[in-house]
């Protein structure tokens, strides 16, 4: 599986557009990325999933260079309930013997202030 | 649709002592794992499923004992408690089948204290 970094944490305000970067250089042919989010005391919830260029959803955007090697989830327009941990994922999750690598990093905890 | 379900939600076990954590599903999902998750820190995988009466382990498999005897159940148990094992576990099912996304859907949690 494919070693991501991301930022530990990120700050915005209310009504801003927050866009979280993760690097997975070493990322293969067949991996996918999925970005999770993560409230206090929940279990981490789908946001995003994505192969290649951009990828958009009713909560968020997903954007995917050329050649795959970071990704970007956009979070438009911000509010206080946003704030969370957001991790990033990339993998072939296809893969039943890749269920051994299906780790979560440390994540980007993001806090929208007023 | 109650998704992945976990019981108990709390739990305080002494030093030694055995128990075991519930995982259920009813979405059909062959894939299941359990996940801890230490203060602050991200999730770890201590085991998984890709199937009914197939597991492996994960990154921290150590003090823990997992079966998979049907689709829906996936119980992890804990031999002999230590403290170093209180931490909020989390059950996680996805689908694997072929075109799926293979989102992985998690439970609320069981929180966990060793004294």
């Known amino acids: 599986l494919a070693k991501t970094t991301q930022p530990i944490s990120m700050d915005s305000y209310e009504g801003q557009e927050v866009n979280i970067t993760c690097s997975h250089n070493n990322i293969a042919t067949n991996d996918y990325i999925t970005w999770y989010q993560q409230f206090p005391s929940q279990g981490p919830r789908f946001i995003i999933q994505?192969?290649?260029t951009k990828v958009t959803n009713e909560v968020a955007s997903l954007f995917i260079p050329a050649d795959r090697k970071s990704s970007t989830l956009s979070l438009p327009r911000v509010s206080l309930s946003d704030t969370a941990v957001y991790y990033c994922?990339?993998?072939?999750?296809?893969?039943?013997?890749?269920?051994?690598?299906?780790?979560f990093g440390g994540g980007t905890r993001v806090l929208v202030k007023p | 649709n109650a998704g992945v379900t976990q019981t108990p939600k709390f739990q305080v076990l002494k030093t030694g002592q055995s128990m075991t954590l519930q995982c259920a599903q009813d979405?059909?999902?062959?894939?299941m794992s359990w996940y801890r998750q230490d203060p602050g820190m991200g999730l770890r995988l201590i085991h998984y499923s890709v199937g009914a009466g197939i597991t492996d382990q994960g990154e921290v498999p150590n003090g823990y004992n997992v079966s998979r005897s049907t689709t829906e159940d996936f119980p992890l148990r804990l031999l002999s408690a230590a403290p170093s094992q209180t931490s909020v576990y989390f059950c996680?099912?996805?689908?694997?089948?072929?075109?799926?996304?293979?989102?992985?859907?998690f439970g609320a949690g069981t929180r966990l204290s060793v004294l």
């Open positions: 979405m059909n999902h062959e894939y």
């Open positions: 994505g192969y290649k």
């Open positions: 996680a099912s996805s689908d694997r089948s072929a075109g799926a996304k293979n989102i992985q859907y």
């Open positions: 994922l990339v993998g072939d999750f296809r893969d039943p013997t890749a269920g051994n690598k299906l780790t």
